[in-house]
T-cell receptor
Framework: QQQVKQSPQSLIVQKGGISIINCAYENTAFDYFPWYQQFPGKGPALLIAIRPDVSEKKEGRFTISFNKSAKQFSLHIMDSQPGDSATYFC???????????FGTGTLLAVQP | KAGVTQTPRYLIKTRGQQVTLSCSPI?????VSWYQQTPGQGLQFLFEYFSETQRNKGNFPGRFSGRQFSNSRSEMNVSTLELGDSALYLC?????????????FGPGTRLLVL
């Protein structure tokens, strides 16, 4: 019940296209859903996050869509650029703890 | 503001040895968490420290331990190393505890156990 399932495992998108990564969870106690971006040799960096009382959040080219009833959330990267090529992790957390439960990651390659 | 720093960045040990990794959080941050990242298991939570106390622990054997000092700096220790402990160990800091606190990750310490 603590798992966060992420798909796809890898994704190839053409420059200018839309990248979509999906995550699903079981634990209804989760109250925060961040997405992290990780480049090779670096630690993950927070990209964008959403709370379950919001259905969508947009920051620049990045949008999170959240479906509470389906217990699913997704990251959309509009106008994907080669510089977006990285590994993306969805995560979930709850309560008074900092503990993050991470998805398995999606390796995104944006081709020029 | 300087980011989260971790030392050393790379480490090679042999089975049976022990290792200590260090993490300096962002100035003013009081919470430090540790994660293990491997290709097979992904990112897994090890433990969380706040005000020098361990607040939460992941599902790892007792060989994995940690501590936090009064200046919020943290160390983690792995005793009796096994080949499977080879991983990238990441430290994350945040201002306070709470699921909605932004966590800032360091670059990690890459440990190779031979």
């Amino acid at each position: 019940q603590q798992q966060v399932k992420q798909s796809p495992q890898s994704l190839i998108v053409q420059k200018g296209g839309i990248s979509i990564i999906n995550c699903a969870y079981e634990n209804t106690a989760f109250d925060y859903f961040p997405w992290y971006q990780q480049f090779p040799g670096k630690g993950p960096a927070l990209l964008i996050a959403i709370r379950p009382d919001v259905s969508e959040k947009k920051e620049g080219r990045f949008t999170i869509s959240f479906n509470k009833s389906a217990k699913q959330f997704s990251l959309h990267i509009m106008d994907s650029q080669p510089g977006d090529s990285a590994t993306y992790f969805c995560a979930a957390s709850s309560g008074a703890t900092n503990k993050l439960i991470f998805g398995t990651g999606t390796l995104l390659a944006v081709q020029p | 503001k300087a980011g989260v720093t971790q030392t050393p960045r790379y480490l090679i040990k042999t089975r049976g040895q022990q290792v200590t990794l260090s993490c300096s959080p962002i100035s003013g941050h009081r919470s430090v968490s540790w994660y293990q990242q491997t290709p097979g298991q992904g990112l897994q939570f090890l433990f969380e420290y706040f005000s020098e106390t361990q607040r939460n622990k992941g599902n790892f054997p007792g060989r994995f331990s940690g501590r936090q000092f009064s200046n919020s700096r943290s160390e983690m220790n792995v005793s009796t190393l096994e080949l499977g402990d080879s991983a990238l160990y990441l430290c994350a800091s945040s201002l306070n505890r709470g699921s909605q606190e932004t966590q800032y990750f360091g670059p990690g310490t890459r440990l190779l156990v031979l």
